[in-house]
């Protein structure tokens, strides 16, 4: 399993990216496009765990978030 890099699209959600919204951070699959809360913790330098697996279909990579400001880290 590789790692995938997902960037921060901050004004309208799209395959491949990663955005908050009303406190909550979501991702679309690099994939398929699904839309996923997360429900990982994301650390400081991006990288979320576990790994992420779309519930639509079969993409399961661990995944680091470009851009990750403080209020998106979980503890």
Not at 10 to 26: I, L, M, Q, Y
Not at 43 to 71: N, Q
């Amino acid at each position: 399993m590789a790692t995938t890099l997902i960037p921060h699209l901050a004004h309208e959600p799209r395959k491949g990216t990663w955005w908050r919204n009303n406190d909550r951070n979501f991702w679309g699959c690099p994939k398929c496009g699904q839309a996923h809360e997360f429900h990982h913790r994301v650390y400081e330098d991006g990288e979320v765990t576990p790994s992420m697996i779309c519930g639509k279909c079969d993409f399961h990579d661990y995944v680091v978030l470009d851009e990750v400001a403080p209020e998106c880290v979980t503890r």
